[in-house]
């Protein structure tokens, strides 16, 4: 048996189930982790990256920023 939460979001009123909700909101941290740890590289690292257009395949270096 499924639990149905019901909430508020800009003015509508959004139901959807606990299991839904759970998982969702796991998706948007995992999201947000990997945004922010992103940008933490860019900012340390030079990044360049190779990319084959035709295969999708590519070699990504980085180093070190001074």
Request: proline letters at 2%.
């Amino acid at each position: 048996m499924s639990t149905i939460i019901c909430f508020e979001v800009e003015g509508q009123i959004v139901c959807e189930r606990e299991e839904d909700r759970a998982r969702r909101e796991l998706e948007e941290r995992l999201r947000k982790y990997i945004e922010d740890k992103l940008k933490e590289l860019v900012e340390q690292y030079e990044i360049e990256v190779t990319l084959d257009p035709q295969t999708l395949k590519g070699v990504g270096r980085w180093r070190k920023k001074r």
